[in-house]
Antibody, heavy 123, light 113 residues
Framework: QVQLEQSGTEVKRPGASVKVSCRAS????????ITWVRQAPGQGLEWMGW????????HYAQNLQGRLTMTTDTSTDTAYMEVRSLRSDDTAVYYC????????????????WGKGTTVTVSS | DIVMTQTPLSLPVTPGEPATISCRSS????????????LDWFLQKPGQSPQLLIY???HRASGVPDRFSGTGEVTDFTLHISRVEAEDVGLYYC?????????FGQGTRLEIK
């Protein structure tokens, strides 16, 4: 069945970097993209960005520009999300979700989600 | 960015009773070329990942019970639950995806009375 498997819990110091993986299975990776969403403790959902599984084109949230990089590895059907210069307010659960393949293709929706990766930033 | 505003933020409901959650967008979510409304609804049950309930305004996702339905147009949208069950508790979010950045409503917490 269609699944997104995320990497495990991370604990980082302020100023460090974290890289979270999201491995897809059960579908053709290059036919979809991946959206990343995070949720700080007790807070709502925040869209972080999107990457195409076809050509690795990206769109990032303005407030994370310069600290965020999304990549894909088509040999392992895995998407990665890296946040640099971590701060305490980056503490959150990070989710990946299957999404559109091209930035102009509106007929896709986030129908499959990973279980989430907890990232804690603390000194 | 498109601002999404949900009401109410908290919704206590007696089992078997109906429930409605409203969502308003600061801009039209109507696709220029196809007339579709690019508004989705998600439910996040306690301790779980969000799950898709409704996509493109009114289409139920696979496996979603028919007691859930979505209506609305242009900038005003509603999620309807015809008869609330205990398993429906959690946080409900609307989200627009007509343009990047996607934006979510603040979330509505549905609880059982």
């Amino acid at each position: 069945q269609v699944q997104l498997e995320q990497s495990g819990t991370e604990v980082k110091r302020p100023g460090a970097s974290v890289k979270v993986s999201c491995r897809a299975s059960g579908y053709r990776f290059a036919s979809y993209g991946i959206t990343w969403v995070r949720q700080a403790p007790g807070q709502g959902l925040e869209w972080m960005g999107w990457i195409s599984g076809y050509d690795a084109k990206t769109h990032y949230a303005q407030n994370l520009q310069g600290r965020l990089t999304m990549t894909t590895d088509t040999s392992t059907d895995t998407a990665y999300m890296e946040v640099r210069s971590l701060r305490s307010d980056d503490t959150a659960v990070y989710y990946c979700a299957r999404d559109r393949v091209y930035d102009g293709s509106l007929y896709y929706y986030m129908d499959v989600w990973g279980k989430g990766t907890t990232v804690t930033v603390s000194s | 960015d498109i601002v999404m505003t949900q009401t109410p933020l908290s919704l206590p409901v007696t089992p078997g009773e109906p429930a409605t959650i409203s969502c308003r967008s600061s801009q039209s979510l109507l696709g220029r070329d196809d007339g579709n409304v690019y508004l989705d609804w998600f439910l996040q049950k306690p301790g779980q990942s969000p799950q898709l309930l409704i996509y493109t305004l009114s289409h139920r996702a696979s496996g979603v019970p028919d007691r859930f339905s979505g209506t609305g147009e242009v900038t005003d949208f509603t999620l309807h639950i015809s008869r609330v069950e205990a398993e429906d508790v959690g946080l409900y979010y609307c989200m627009q995806r007509i343009e990047f950045p996607y934006t979510f409503g603040q979330g509505t917490r549905l609880e059982i009375k």
